[in-house]
């Protein structure tokens, strides 16, 4: 395939991919708000009925961001890892425009500041970054010593480190490992998916065998096995997140070290920038830099580092707080006295 070619069509799937996640996230976001305020609304929890924990709605989106996983593939093995990481920051702006049309939500001067320079930093590493990969230089990638390292050392500060955050809860008196989740969980979720688009990009250098012939490809397999396995990782952490930190928090920090893995493997392992003169890595490393801090600028991390504890209702029963911020326990209280007077 033509190198030209084979870009565009990689930048076509992963801003597909980037349409379709951030559709997914706004139409989640959007039945959140929608059964929030029908509880709010409500008078009383029997008029209410049960609170439903698979929305239609929420489903949809779900399954449309699970779907957007597919064309994300695509992009790493068609595309380097640089282009593909600025369309990832650029995705924030997507969300943004989604929440603000679709949702209604206000944007700030900070996010429109960070949206436009996500927009920036994003369009100079299109123009200006790398377009190929050479494949020669690809499938003898792990014969290089930096990518061995880096892939032994990264495997062990995974291991080590998703063991330490799991501490608590094999023994209850370890408080070391929630004390430190701010950091490490993540850390351990921007490493594992960074890895992840490690084995990725390497395999579609590979021939694809045929499926009576598969076992005779044991690199290939193991490739595929890898990128699996970081990916549920990759699912799992993410889901750990929702329960144990705040995920204002949690998203922003988790971005940053993903996207500054991605720039460190594009640059180190596969040396995405050596066909480009000097101007044009600079421009291109320099778009890089700014579409990070610009999706940092959309979505700053607050203080609040723990997850708000769950109180008690009126019947004894643990309430998790809502995402609107609106307290629906005091507003169903209130409707009670209100009908008992």
């Keep these: 395939m033509v ?12 801003l597909l991919s980037c349409g379709l996640s951030s559709l997914g996230l706004t139409l989640q976001r959007l039945s959140t708000l929608r059964e929030e305020e029908q509880l709010r609304l409500s008078l009383d929890e029997e008029l209410a009925g049960p609170k439903s924990t698979c929305h239609p709605m ?18 790493y093995v068609l595309v380097p890892q640089v282009v593909c990481s600025a369309v990832a920051c650029f995705r924030l702006v997507v969300v943004q425009v989604m929440a603000s049309t679709i949702l209604g939500e206000k944007l700030s001067t900070r996010q429109i500041l960070g949206m436009a320079a ?5 369009l100079l590493c299109l ?5 190929r990969m050479e494949k020669a230089h690809m499938t003898s990638g792990f014969q290089h010593p930096q990518v061995k390292i880096y ?23 370890c408080r070391l490992s929630a004390k430190c989740r701010c950091f490490t969980l993540p850390l351990v979720t921007g490493l594992a998916f960074a890895m ?14 045929h499926v009576n012939t598969l076992l005779l490809h044991p690199q ?4 595929a096995s890898a990128i699996a396995i970081l990916g549920l990782m990759d699912f799992y952490l993410n889901l750990r997140a929702t329960r144990l930190m705040s995920v204002q928090v949690f998203v922003p920090v988790a971005f940053v070290w993903c996207i500054s893995l991605q720039y460190f493997q594009s640059v180190v392992l596969f040396a995405e920038f050596d066909d480009l003169n000097m101007v044009q890595a600079v421009l291109s490393i320099t778009g890089a830099c700014i579409s990070l801090l610009g999706a940092l600028c959309i979505q700053l991390p607050r203080l609040n580092c723990t997850a708000q504890a769950p109180t008690k209702t009126s019947n004894g029963i643990d309430r998790a707080p809502s995402q609107s911020g609106v307290d629906l326990e005091d507003c169903r209280d209130k409707a009670r006295i209100f009908l008992e007077a």
């Design 151 to 173: 892939l032994v050392a990264g495997g062990t500060v995974l291991l080590l480190l998703s063991v330490f955050d799991h501490a608590d809860s094999f023994y209850s008196k």
């Design 118 to 122: 996500c927009t920036i930093g994003t």
């Design 3 to 14: 190198p030209l070619t084979r870009w565009a069509i990689g930048l076509s799937l992963a």
């Design 220 to 223: 290939w397999i193991g490739m």
């Design 127 to 131: 123009c200006f970054g790398p377009v």
């Design 58 to 75: 929420w489903l949809l989106g779900v399954g449309i961001y699970i779907i957007a996983s597919v064309p994300d593939v695509a992009s």
């Design 196 to 209: 992840s688009k490690v084995f990725n990009t390497m395999i579609g250098f590979l021939s694809l065998p």
